[in-house]
């Protein structure tokens, strides 16, 4: 019988058994147009297998776990031979699980026949476990929702355009003349300076996405192959304020960009996203925290030839908000409830509000932005933005019928490596990308955390840490920790020194920084400095609270309009 291979392991996967050895049983299923015939169990070897059961698959004797198969389908092909369409399944240690998995060690000790139970659908890509899709499983009909589910991600990776050329479809959104979408920053050489080696922190050659208007879809003359790399685009660029300078990027709003005339020609491939470009007054109106939107303002044009910045044209299209809800009622996609008036968007979005168990988060920075994430459309009153460096692990649990919220999508371009986790010997998963190569919106730094702060001056200036004493004696002004913990803690390396005005604070030490871990200017903290200072410390930074309570209210949404 031969198996449909439907995984990347290597090694023989096909066994070529004699009719005789194999037989149907029962009366078939169905018969395709191409002349395949289903059946729902066969006879292999004088085993019983049946559609919905599993199979262990013999490749070599070396081999001590061979892989084994949920049977999806079996079928005869119209030359006669035998097929079976599996599913790899994984043993626990085969998953993140790793050696905390339940192996069946009882079993296998005492000399009984291996048994396994399967309880959740692993996705490594998620990194999650999930329900077992059980009602599309083992149909026997010659679907398998999980090649259809391979299908339909591959088919929404590719590209389609339009017969008149007036729009294409990349990655699964659709693109229409005037509309605006991110560009890979390495498309625009002329713009990056020559790179140069710097600390880690710094963040100093990092480029947000560059945003774009698309003007004109160009077909290839020579080849009809219509693929992302040979269709070309010519777009019109608008550049953000950290273009211009940097001390009109943080005296500028992180969302303002500016109009120009300047335009270029861009393979499709370049596109990162879609996002928006509005009037002032449109973006303000909704609300939203600036940095779960990919929404922007406009209200001027720069010439970079001049280093001008000039009044906005008044012929200048951008979005609308009001054009935006009449072309969804259009085409019938509004909300149902949709209203204009956002008092009633209010009312409906705090009856959602989820309770929660507060439990020990530091000062209470994870309760905080959970408790803002709740109110989604009308939070903004503070910032949403922190500069720190620190990883930290998350895990979201449900139970079975319950749908898991995705991970928050990272917003700005950041330094840093992404958190992994090692699945196998070959295979690590990060639950965000890596945004070293761009994002939608540029690095925020110590400088925008605490640049408004008051200077401080100490009063004096050392040469060196040297001091004399009441009594005489001089003595150098050491920390106690550095000596005393020094070996186990790489000798200190980067705890005490001057912030890099252009990089995040480092977590090293559990140092006080409510400004750096984004805690409103008004947020009152409890108890003696010592406890003051372990609290914000170990505390949840409010906006990534925020962050993972906004994917949640998605996940709940979504339940409620099933």
Same mark, same amino acid.
């Given at each position: 019988m031969n198996i449909d291979k439907t995984h990347r392991e290597s090694g023989k996967r096909r066994l070529n058994c004699s009719s005789q050895d194999i037989k149907w049983e029962g009366e078939p299923l169905q018969k395709t147009s191409a002349s395949e015939t289903f059946y729902k169990q066969a006879k292999v070897f004088g085993d019983l297998v049946v559609v919905g059961g599993c199979v262990l698959i013999e490749i070599d004797e070396s081999v001590e776990l061979p892989p084994m198969y949920f049977v999806e389908y079996m079928f005869e092909k119209s030359s006669g031979k035998k097929m079976v369409h599996g599913r790899l399944m994984l043993r626990g240690n085969q998953t993140v699980l790793g050696i905390a998995a339940n192996e069946r060690e009882e079993r296998k000790c005492k000399g009984l026949p291996l048994e396994y139970y399967c309880k959740s659908l692993y996705q490594p890509d998620k990194g999650a476990f999930i329900c077992l899709p059980k009602k599309s499983m083992g149909s026997g009909n010659g679907v398998c929702c999980a090649c259809k589910t391979k299908e339909a991600e591959k088919e929404q990776k590719s590209l389609k355009l339009n017969s008149s050329s007036a729009c294409f479809v990349y990655k699964g959104a659709e693109y229409n003349i005037e509309d605006f979408f991110y560009v890979a920053p390495q498309y625009f050489a002329e713009d990056e300076k020559d790179n140069e080696t710097i600390k880690s922190s710094r963040n100093v050659g990092l480029k947000p996405y560059v945003i774009c208007q698309l003007l004109e879809i160009e077909m290839p003359k020579a080849s009809r192959k219509s693929d992302c790399e040979s269709i070309k685009i010519k777009v019109r660029r608008y550049f953000r304020p950290e273009d211009i300078s940097v001390d009109k990027a943080y005296c500028s709003d992180i969302r303002e960009v500016y109009f120009s005339e300047q335009t270029h020609l861009l393979a499709v491939v370049a596109v990162q996203g879609k996002c928006q470009v509005r009037i002032k007054d449109d973006l303000l109106s909704i609300n939203y925290p600036a940095v779960h939107e990919h929404a922007f303002f406009c209200e001027h044009l720069y010439d970079p030839v001049r280093g001008a910045i000039k009044q906005l044209p008044s012929n200048v299209r951008l979005n609308s908000m009001i054009d935006e809800s009449m072309s969804r009622r259009k085409k019938g996609k509004a909300i149902e409830g949709e209203d204009d008036e956002p008092v009633k968007q209010k009312g409906e979005s705090l009856k959602k509000q989820l309770a929660t168990l507060n439990i020990f988060a530091g000062c209470g920075g994870l309760s905080e932005g959970l408790e803002q994430s709740g109110k989604i459309w009308?939070?903004?009153?503070? %910032? +949403?933005?922190?500069?720190?460096?620190?990883?930290?692990?998350?895990?979201?649990?449900?139970?079975? &019928?319950?749908?898991?919220?995705?991970?928050?999508?990272?917003?700005?371009?950041?330094?840093?490596? &992404?958190?992994? @986790?090692?699945?196998?010997?070959?295979?690590?998963?990060?639950? @965000?990308? $890596?945004?070293?190569?761009?994002?939608?919106?540029?690095?925020?730094?110590?400088?925008? $955390?605490?640049?408004?702060?008051?200077?401080?001056?100490? =009063?004096?200036?050392?040469? *060196?840490? @040297? @001091?004399?004493? $009441?009594? /005489?004696?001089?003595?150098?002004?050491?920390?106690?920790? +550095?000596?005393?913990? *020094?070996?186990?803690?790489?000798?200190?390396?980067?705890?005490?020194?001057?912030?890099?005005?252009? /990089?995040?604070?480092?977590? %090293?030490?559990?140092?006080?920084?409510?400004? /750096?871990? =984004?805690?409103?200017?008004?947020?009152?903290?409890? =108890?003696?400095?010592?406890?003051?200072?372990?609290?914000? =410390?170990?505390?949840?930074?409010?906006?990534? *609270?925020?962050? +993972?309570?906004?994917?949640?209210?998605?996940?709940?949404?979504?339940?409620? &309009?099933?």
């Open positions: 009308y939070s903004g009153s503070w %910032s +949403l933005w922190f500069s720190q460096s620190r990883k930290r692990a998350f895990i979201w649990a449900a139970s079975p &019928e319950e749908t898991l919220p995705d991970w928050p999508e990272p917003m700005h371009v950041f330094a840093g490596p &992404e958190l992994k @986790v090692t699945l196998d010997s070959n295979t690590q998963h990060a639950a @965000v990308r $890596s945004t070293a190569t761009g994002a939608p919106f540029r690095s925020i730094t110590v400088r925008d $955390s605490i640049g408004d702060l008051p200077a401080v001056g100490n =009063g004096a200036s050392l040469a *060196a840490m @040297v @001091v004399k004493l $009441s009594t /005489g004696q001089m003595v150098d002004l050491v920390p106690w920790c +550095l000596p005393n913990t *020094a070996e186990r803690h790489n000798q200190w390396k980067g705890l005490f020194g001057r912030l890099d005005w252009e /990089g995040n604070f480092p977590t %090293s030490i559990t140092d006080p920084q409510p400004m /750096g871990k =984004g805690f409103p200017d008004s947020y009152k903290f409890a =108890g003696n400095i010592q406890y003051r200072h372990r609290q914000i =410390g170990n505390a949840v930074p409010p906006p990534l *609270a925020f962050a +993972l309570g906004r994917k949640l209210q998605e996940a709940v949404d979504r339940k409620c &309009e099933v």
